[in-house]
């Protein structure tokens, strides 16, 4: 089963920024947490990781809490192209995911 | 870079018959993955490679499911028979894998679509 909880879906207007949160309240003090997105048809795409600094990258920023206990994927300036299912992970053996949250960037 | 390279994109049979679905990592990695995704569903990992070893596929269907890495670069996925809820995307990733750090950094293949009528 996935570690992470996240929303099933949620809107976002184009040009504003995307606030994804992600639950994983159980996660151990080694564990990183990994972020990826599903554009439809295509495989699911590496975004960030971290482990308890926030973290920024040509996609979006990571933002943890001080507990780890959960963290946000912000998108800045969301576009269309950004539509897509987001995967909150903190990787296991296997890597596991689960249902995601699907992103709707709307005009 | 090449990515990971993955064939064919869409398939097409009936129950009970057999397919192939065959992946080429990108250069180096040593660890590769087949994953089944269903509609509507996150990803799940049927089997991993580590080189042309087997690490975990604690959830492939062997009764009907294998794969197999003979030289640690290509891999083939087949299902025989197939049945009807294997009708997925199935997904082909690949990783480095050197440190703790990046375990968790995968690359992933378009998929191969199956449709079994």
């Known amino acids: 089963d996935a570690k992470t909880t996240q929303p099933p879906s949620m809107d976002c207007a184009e040009g504003r920024a995307a606030n994804l949160p992600c639950n994983h309240s159980t996660i151990s003090g080694n564990e990183y947490v990994y972020w990826y997105r599903q554009i439809h048809s295509q495989g699911p795409q590496y975004i960030i990781h971290g482990l308890k600094n926030n973290e920024t990258n040509e996609m979006a920023s990571l933002i943890i809490t001080e507990d780890r206990k959960s963290s946000t994927l912000i998108l800045p300036h969301a576009t269309l192209r950004d539509t897509a299912v987001y995967y909150c992970i903190v990787p296991n053996t296997p890597l596991v995911f689960g249902k995601g949250t699907r992103l709707s960037v709307i005009a | 870079e090449a990515g990971v390279a993955q064939s064919p994109r869409y398939k097409i049979i009936e129950k009970r018959q057999s397919v192939a679905f065959w992946c080429n990592p990108i250069?180096?990695?040593?660890?590769l993955y087949w994953y089944q995704q269903i509609l509507g569903q996150g990803p799940k990992l049927l089997i991993q490679?580590?080189?042309?070893?087997?690490?975990?596929d604690s959830q492939l269907p062997k009764d009907r499911f294998s794969a197999e890495r003979l030289k640690g670069v290509d891999s083939t996925l087949k299902i025989q028979p197939a049945k009807l809820e294997d009708s997925a995307v199935y997904l082909c990733a690949s990783s480095q894998a050197r440190t703790s750090e990046n375990t968790g950094e995968l690359f992933f293949g378009e998929g191969s679509r199956l449709t079994v009528l």
């Open positions: 490679f580590q080189n042309n070893g087997v690490v975990d």
């Open positions: 250069s180096g990695h040593a660890t």
